[in-house]
């Protein structure tokens, strides 16, 4: 998990509010990456961002919204319009596109 | 399109035995290929990657996995499995002819357990 930080490691929301789930990473990495992990499903990816103040729409974009202001931090929206937020979330970086990517301990969001 | 197969969902072995976690995989061009683990409640840890080169690639902890290009697999394996390898195992791939793409495709995952 080194080099990326996620918070907070647990984070409950109550149906119909929209919340952020942090990223950051100091490995100086220029992509960075979200991914939903629910059980037997393995990774999906949500949103990823090759430089700062671009990003792209994954397999599973609806409800989320990212942004990417400078190269350390990537945070995610979970809006009130994805319909089943309740997973385990990871963010990732990688040096380049071949490159492996590094992941963070990850948040895990239970809607109520 | 590229996709990753992981055809068990769980393997069992015992401890000191070697162990095999299968993935085979599908992509237009070249693949680039790794191999994950992923202890409880915790983030994915890389272990290994093929890119080009020897097709047999040795990575973190002991591990290794073998790229075989015309059964388009690339199965991980140990000699002597220890019980703190249990965990869940991502093989990943990406296509390498779209120069730039980012996306890396995930299989579901293999569940390992290594009985004392």
């Known amino acids: ?112 | 399109a590229q996709s990753v197969a992981q055809p068990e969902d769980q393997v069992n072995v015992a401890e000191g035995n070697p162990l095999t976690v299968k993935c085979t995989y599908s992509v237009s061009g070249n693949p680039y290929l790794f191999w994950y683990v992923q202890y409880p409640n915790r983030g994915l840890q890389f272990l290994l990657k093929y890119i080009t080169g020897d097709n047999l690639v040795k990575g973190s902890y002991g591990f290794e996995a073998e790229f075989n290009k015309s059964q388009t697999s690339f199965h991980l394996k140990k000699p002597s499995a220890l019980v703190s390898d249990s965990a869940l195992y991502f093989c990943a791939v990406r296509d390498n002819s779209g120069a730039g793409s980012y996306q890396l495709t995930f299989g579901k995952g293999t569940k390992l357990s290594v009985i004392p």
Request: proline letters at 4%.
């Open chain 1, 1 to 112: 998990d080194g080099g990326i930080t996620q918070s907070p490691k647990y984070l409950f929301r109550k149906e119909g509010q929209n919340v952020t789930l942090s990223c950051e990473q100091n490995l100086n990495h220029d992509a960075m990456y979200w991914y939903r992990q629910d059980p037997g499903q393995g990774l999906r990816l949500i949103y990823y961002s090759q430089i700062v103040n671009d990003f792209q729409k994954g397999d599973i974009a609806e409800g989320y919204s990212v942004s990417r202001e400078k190269k350390e931090s990537f945070p995610l929206t979970v809006t009130s319009a994805q319909k089943n937020p309740t997973a385990f979330y990871l963010c990732a970086s990688s040096r380049g596109w071949s490159n492996e990517q590094f992941f963070g301990p990850g948040t895990r969001l239970t809607v109520l």
